[in-house]
């Protein structure tokens, strides 16, 4: 490893990458992966908080039918758009790549940082512009769309507020396109000596296959939100029926990147699940290549799918059965990881440290979610189910369930690095209990409900929903809960935790190799690889 | 840090083995960005072709009120710039920067050009109202309440009007193309397209030309040479991919009629 630089020498044991330079200047003018993955952990988490504060005040609202509601129609329309818009392009999608992908990957491979440290650090900045563009609308020109934009009600009825909302959207997007190309070449190019494409931990693998995604389907959504502020500003008609538009369009356009989109929300949740199976069975993962290459053929057959939206939009019914058919085929390769991981657990040395029970946690609502999913992808169901309660239940199991159960779990088995100190386990399992148990008592009635008929996106409902809807309020202020014990247990680990050894769970992937924290470089010597990344025997 | 020493020896980033290394790891950056623009005007041209097929007569008349002339010397300006750039990366790479630098100005220029002729297409749709939707009524308020087709557009308003004919130099050719257009409902889908499309690959022309100033500025400064090129070379691509797209859309939106 010769290197023409001549600042390399960062040997001392106490030097890490959080002292490496201080003050907030050395920080936002940061090059380094790991800083600049804790800075989206502390945006995300910020953004986190305010759709939540949207979620409880939607779910607060819905606690009693009829009158003295807490939000008029109106304000109830906003609340759930940003409650959604937020949630989706903020926090569950940059979420596990941007944040734990960023600390993560360049490590794992042995590189000293990402191939383009310069432009990941643009990308942190694009993203904030995007965001600070997008939450503008809620301040000057509030949007009632829903996260989903759907035209003509977007184009040609409500505010101009749109237009900073979707253009928020499209700088974020561009952040992500910028985020994704530089995991791609960073796998491709800087994977340390012995580090084959068979040896890279399936946490990369799911995090290139996201990267692929991100790479084919954003520019779509870009182009999509474009035109919907081109027909705003310009009134170009062409989602626009009066004009001569085709409103459907629309939706095939912003289904085609947003079906995709929901594995660029759960593969890196995988990702995460598949390190946090081996770490806590410390023993050798089942089924590598299956589970591998299972990332990569979800993310191809996300692209073929997206019509399983649009069932009841007046598409044909070949094309509604041929969406159909080809939707039923992601069950193949998320069931080949779902069994694998099982099979790993079997006769594994097993322990529960928080983590691990956020893994189970994930198995156990993703399945959950996942089962439910099929029942919205038959088309003869979904014609039932369509906009109703059901389907808020299906996408939050999935979503919260999936996704954020990983992000919890990745942040406090990746914590020790971090910030080389401990959380408290108590803190983290009681922090998980009350999501776990309040995640359920909010969302499973919601199946009842559309199951029931209460229609999404209705700030009343009929009075026989009143029961189950208070019971699901009463779960999510569990949630809220169970979140804030979370962060409580961070901050508490931040500040006092014990100090970590570098392999608190006799982990075997690179990163548990060096140093809690790393040094600046990750590495003092390059490491070299001779074995894969889970031989526990 | 991209620590380039003033002319002869060039240092590699940290991360990577060697100057090779870097460039390939950044060669296969920029293709893949490009990967997505093209992704992205690929969505406009999707859309394109199912409303060309949904109103075939539409865009016919739509596309015979364009000027093809302005419209094919704009090809010819990119194709020029196209080979300047090309011979821009060429010469960098031959250390000879004086030439280089001239052939990146060129291309600047030739953006320019394309801008200024672009200026002077647009501005003849505004005065004849060509426009995209909401602004090829006269009153816009009147396509409130849905009475959209009642509403006088800005061209029919014009077309009554001999004395505007005159001052916004329309032939009587013209004319007769315009009176083609709003024959049809849903004319304005059209000018839609045409605004939009074009109006991307516009913003692709200036960020191109921003983005050849700063390696013309480099090159000056010998920050590139022989050892190192990657900018320049990229940026390159980036410009090539600017042109594909308007070889595509000029005979698309100016010749299909
Ligand atoms: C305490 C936790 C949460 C509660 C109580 C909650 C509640 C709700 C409610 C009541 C709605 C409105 C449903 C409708 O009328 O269609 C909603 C919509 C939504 N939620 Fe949540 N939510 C929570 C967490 C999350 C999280 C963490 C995410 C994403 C990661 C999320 C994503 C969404 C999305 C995408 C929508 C759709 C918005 C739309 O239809 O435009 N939610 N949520
Ligand atoms: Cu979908």
Redo the contacts between chains.
């Keep these: 490893?010769s290197?023409?630089?001549t600042k390399?020498e960062h040997g001392h044991t106490d030097h890490n990458y959080l002292n490496h330079g201080s003050g907030i200047w050395s920080w936002m003018t940061t090059?380094d992966h790991k800083r600049i993955g804790l800075m989206y952990f502390a945006t995300v988490s910020t953004l986190f908080l305010i759709g939540g504060f949207f979620a409880l005040g939607i779910r607060l609202h819905l606690a009693k039918f009829g009158a003295t509601p807490l939000l008029d129609p109106d304000t109830y329309n906003k609340f759930m758009t940003f409650h959604g818009a937020i949630m989706v392009f903020m926090v569950i999608i940059p979420g596990i790549p941007a944040f734990l992908g960023n600390f993560i990957l360049p490590i794992q491979l042995g590189?000293?940082?990402v191939?383009?440290?310069r432009?990941n650090l643009a990308s942190y900045y694009i993203f904030i512009a995007g965001a600070l563009l997008s939450a503008s609308s809620m301040i000057f020109n509030q949007v009632d769309t829903g996260w989903t934009f759907y035209t003509p009600y977007s184009t040609a009825k409500t505010s101009n507020g749109v237009i900073l909302l979707v253009m928020g959207a499209f700088t974020m997007g561009f952040s992500s396109?910028?985020t994704g190309?530089?995991f791609?070449?960073t796998t491709?190019?800087?994977r340390a000596p012995g580090m084959t494409m068979d040896r890279i931990p399936l946490m990369i693998w799911a995090l290139y296959s996201t990267s692929i995604i991100q790479?084919?389907a954003?520019?779509?959504l870009?182009?999509?939100l474009?035109?919907i502020g081109?027909?705003k500003a310009?009134?170009?008609?062409?989602f626009?029926p009066?004009?001569?538009?085709?409103p459907i369009?629309f939706q095939h356009?912003f289904w085609f990147y947003s079906h995709p989109a929901v594995y660029i929300m759960i593969l890196p949740a995988m990702g995460v699940i598949s390190e946090l199976i081996t770490a806590f069975s410390k023993k050798t993962i089942f089924g590598y290549r299956a589970i591998a290459y299972s990332s990569v053929a979800i993310a191809a057959v996300s692209f073929l799918v997206w019509g399983h939206h649009m069932f009841v939009s007046g598409q044909s019914t070949l094309a509604g059965l041929v969406f159909s058919i080809i939707t039923m085929f992601v069950g193949v390769p998320t069931a080949i990881k779902l069994f694998n991981w099982i099979s790993t657990m079997y006769r594994g040395t097993v322990t529960f440290e928080a983590p691990m029970l956020f893994a189970l946690g994930f198995m156990f609502l993703f399945t959950i979610g996942g089962l439910t999913g099929v029942f919205l992808a038959s088309t003869g169901m979904d014609v039932h189910f369509h906009d109703t309660y059901f389907v808020v239940a299906h996408f939050h199991y999935v979503m919260v369930g999936g996704t954020l159960m990983a992000l919890m779990g990745g942040i406090f088995y990746w914590f020790p690095k971090m910030f080389g100190k401990m959380t408290s386990d108590l803190g983290g399992r009681i922090s998980w209990v009350l999501i776990f148990t309040g995640f359920n008592v909010t969302f499973f009635p919601q199946f009842i409900l559309g199951a029931m008929g209460m229609p999404r996106r209705y700030f009343d409902y009929l009075p026989e929903y009143t029961n189950l809807n208070q019971i699901s309020t009463v779960g999510s202020w569990l949630i809220g809960l169970g979140f804030l014990v979370g962060l409580i247990t961070i901050i508490h680990g931040i500040l006092k935790g014990e100090k970590a050894p570098n392999n608190p769970w006799g982990a075997k992937t690179l990163e548990w190799q060096t140093t809690s924290p790393p040094p600046h470089?990750n590495f003092t010597t390059t490491p070299t690889v001779t074995a894969g990344p889970y031989d526990f025997r | 840090m991209t620590s380039v020493s003033s002319s002869s020896e060039f240092h590699h980033q940290h991360h990577f083995k060697s100057a090779d290394h870097q460039y390939a790891s950044s060669k296969q950056g920029i293709w893949l960005f490009l990967c997505t623009e093209i992704l992205m005007f690929g969505g406009l041209f999707v859309g394109y072709l199912i409303y060309h097929s949904l109103y075939p007569t539409v865009f016919k008349n739509g596309s015979e009120t364009l000027d093809w002339k302005m419209g094919a010397v704009n090809t010819v300006v990119l194709l020029v710039s196209s080979f300047t750039m090309a011979a821009a990366i060429n010469y960098v790479q031959r250390g000879l920067h004086k030439i280089a630098a001239v052939m990146l100005a060129l291309t600047i220029a030739c953006a320019g050009a394309f801008m200024v002729i672009k200026y002077f297409e647009y501005s003849h749709k505004f005065h004849v109202g060509t426009v995209p939707g909401k602004f090829s009524l006269v009153d816009p308020s009147c396509a409130a309440g849905g009475k959209r087709a009642e509403c006088e557009s800005k061209i029919s308003a014009l077309l009554k009007n001999p004395a505007e004919l005159e001052k916004n130099h329309v032939s009587t050719e013209e004319v007769t193309r315009l009176k083609a257009v709003i024959s049809q409902p849903k004319w304005e889908m059209f000018y839609g397209f045409y605004f939009v499309m074009t109006g991307l690959h516009g913003i692709h022309v200036v960020a191109g030309a921003l983005l050849i100033f700063w390696v013309f500025i480099k090159t000056l400064r010998r920050k590139v040479g022989p050892e190192y090129y990657t900018p320049v070379e990229g940026v390159g691509l980036f410009w090539h991919v600017v042109d594909l797209v308007w070889i595509y859309l000029f005979p698309l939106l100016y010749l299909v009629g």
């Excluded at chain 1, 310009?234 to 062409?238: A, E, F, K, M, Q």
């Excluded at chain 1, 009066?242 to 085709?246: E, K, Q, T």
């Design positions: 490893m290197s023409a630089q390399t090059l590189a000293k940082d191939a383009f440290p432009l396109i910028l190309l530089n791609i070449v491709h190019k800087l790479i084919l954003t520019p779509i870009a182009i999509t474009l035109l081109a027909e310009l009134g170009v008609g062409i626009d009066d004009l001569g538009g085709d369009l356009f470089e």
